[in-house]
């Protein structure tokens, strides 16, 4: 078994006894660290950046260097998927990322295949490696896709934030259409996951950004239904050690017993539920990440501390609880605020743990 020096996050995500609650950020390798910037100026560009492994190397590694965060996750663009399916990714200037090709015609839903990761998806399998080895056992690796609905979405509308009527269009008038590219979605995250898996990370959560846009139903046929797929499909065991893994649906809340009710190892929380309800709901058969404001890192560290403790008191007694953020930090975060986000974790936790 490979040993690690910290697996705190890992066995919060198990739900086994830990010293403190771990910690760390989605996006923590992102604008708001100048460091990040400048290897991005370096790169050309931000797809510069996520293909080529030595710039995805150095960026996952800028934040551990900064902060004593628990784990590392793979620097990465849940857009690499489709992006490998031939849709020809894009980003535009100050409009984030958009498709060439989105998918509106029955034959171009028809003739979606199966990607394999070992084709156009090798860039990011060799930056899981290299940063795995450049890790050296510090803290866990955390490998990541999008949901396939959430893939879709871009897929279908062609970028992203949109008001998502072409995909409901087609969900409600033509969903065999819809669920053949979920499907065929979800049959490539299986694949992307465990080719991360295998190359080295140590955990994969599965990011369902735009679930909380599905109506009660919908969000069951369209959304959790292909994330349920994707869990059974995972590799559970590698290196000795049980992979875990989280889904998170932004939006969420309101349906964390059937989230909860997949097989999942842990629940991402988005800052709008209270992390002791959702523990109270559903804390018997999985952990939860979550959830703090990030907006709230914008604040003073006073603030900062007083809304950690807030949490972490609401989520109470016992290990279970992956500390993060609700959502990705923004880019307007001073770097100092984050770190006092991380401190205040680990010295206001310790007493929930003994």
Same mark, same amino acid.
């Given at each position: ?36 910037? #400048? ?44 992006? @490998? ?80 009527? *072409?995909? *409901? ?16 979605? @979800? ?71 059937? #989230? ?17 309800? @959702? ?26 501390? *007083? ?23 923004? #880019? ?23």
């Amino acid at each position: 078994m490979s040993h690690l020096k910290n697996d705190t996050f890992l066995r919060a995500l198990l739900r086994q006894p830990t010293e403190y609650t771990p910690v760390w950020m989605m996006r923590q390798a992102g604008r708001y660290l100048p460091e990040y910037n #400048q290897t991005r100026k370096r790169a050309g560009s931000f797809l510069g950046l996520c293909k080529n492994p030595d710039y995805a190397t150095e960026v996952t590694l800028q934040p551990l260097a900064r902060f004593p965060l628990d784990a590392a996750i793979l620097f990465s663009d849940i857009l690499t998927v489709p992006d @490998a399916m031939g849709l020809g990714l894009y980003f535009a200037e100050g409009e984030g990322p958009k498709f060439e090709r989105p998918l509106r015609e029955e034959w171009e839903i028809r003739d979606l295949t199966v990607t394999d990761p070992a084709g156009n998806l090798s860039y990011v399998i060799d930056a899981v490696s290299q940063i795995r080895k450049a890790l050296d056992g510090s803290v866990p690796l955390i490998g990541f896709s999008g949901s396939p609905w959430t893939l879709a979405t871009y897929m279908i509308e062609g970028q992203g934030g949109t008001d998502f009527l *072409k995909i *409901k269009q087609m969900a409600y008038a033509r969903p065999d259409l819809l669920h053949h590219v979920l499907d065929v979605t @979800a049959q490539s995250v299986i694949l992307y996951l465990n080719a991360q898996i295998e190359a080295g990370a140590q955990a994969v959560m599965i990011f369902d950004s735009w679930g909380g846009a599905l109506s009660h139903a919908a969000y069951r046929e369209f959304s959790l239904q292909y994330m349920q797929k994707i869990v059974a499909g995972l590799t559970k065991e590698r290196e000795g050690r049980r992979v875990p893994n989280i889904v998170f649906t932004k939006g969420g809340a309101l349906w964390l017993e059937a #989230q909860a009710a997949i097989g999942a190892d842990a629940l991402g929380l988005d800052w709008t539920v209270d992390i002791g309800d @959702a523990r109270r709901r559903v804390g018997e058969k999985v952990a939860l990440q979550g959830n703090l404001d990030p907006a709230i890192l914008l604040s003073t560290p006073e603030a900062i501390e *007083k809304e950690v403790g807030n949490i972490l008191a609401s989520y109470g007694k016992g290990s279970g609880h992956v500390f993060n953020l609700g959502h990705g930090i923004t #880019q307007f975060t001073p770097p100092e605020n984050a770190g006092a986000m991380i401190e205040a974790v680990h010295h206001l936790s310790k007493k929930y743990h003994q």
